[in-house]
């Protein structure tokens, strides 16, 4: 059983896709005090270093979640509200993001929130941004299903599933790093959904990896790979 600090904070990841077209991901760590939440939120970009820091305060009310973001630098404060619309796989929590743009226009994006209790997001020794374990794991424990639409493309992001389609990750999954010598591996559900359990025992504060060349064929982007392996398959 986790004990009271533990339980009253919550690690979750958000997704939506802006005005512009770019995908944007949402770090958040949230505290609660009593019925009110508050936090913070770090904004990435994809294939950028640099993060942009936002207050977070609101009420999670159960399945409902109604956060105003304030980045200081935007008024009024961006809002955020999402329920979680179903236990499927594919969902998380729902919702939309209502954002203020430049000449004061007002624009409403859909968001997809996801809370994968096994792990948070990190900084990555080998890869920017990684998937870390909160608490240890054992060998063979579910960790992270992976969540997002399944797909006739693959992308440098994509999972492959048991038929050869793919998922492109909106949540965590977006932000599990190859390894060579890695800390997961890839089972499949009957739907074909990946999912990644533990290779072995995990302690705390272990990066999420798995071996791309193990499931993803042939790979949709080239990298030069920094995991700490002595010898390398990419």
Known sequence: MQDAAASRERHMLGFFVDAGGKRRFDRFHLLAHGDRWDG???????????????????????????????????????????????????????????????????????YVLEEAPAVRLDPSPTHGWGTVAVAPLTQ??????????????????????????????????????HACEPSCEIVYR???????????????????????????GKLANSFACLCPADAHKI
């Open 40 to 110: 913070e939120i770090l904004r990435l970009t994809p294939g950028r270093s640099d993060a942009v820091p936002i207050a977070v305060t609101g009420r999670v009310n159960g399945a409902e979640l109604e956060l105003d973001l304030d980045r200081r630098d935007r008024r009024p404060a961006e809002a955020l509200r999402v329920r979680a619309e179903t236990p499927d796989i594919d969902a998380g929590y729902i919702g939309t993001l209502d954002m203020q743009q430049p000449g004061d226009v007002r624009t409403r994006t859909a």
């Open 140 to 177: 063979g424990a579910e960790v992270l299903p992976i969540r997002g639409p399944f797909s006739a493309v693959q992308t440098p992001y994509s999972f492959r599933t048991s038929d050869g389609r793919h998922v492109e990750p909106t949540g965590y999954g977006h932000f599990v790093n």
């Open 190 to 216: 009957p739907d074909g959904r990946p999912v990644l359990v533990a290779r072995r025992d995990l302690p705390a504060g272990t990066e999420i990896t798995f071996d791309y060349t193990a499931t993803e």
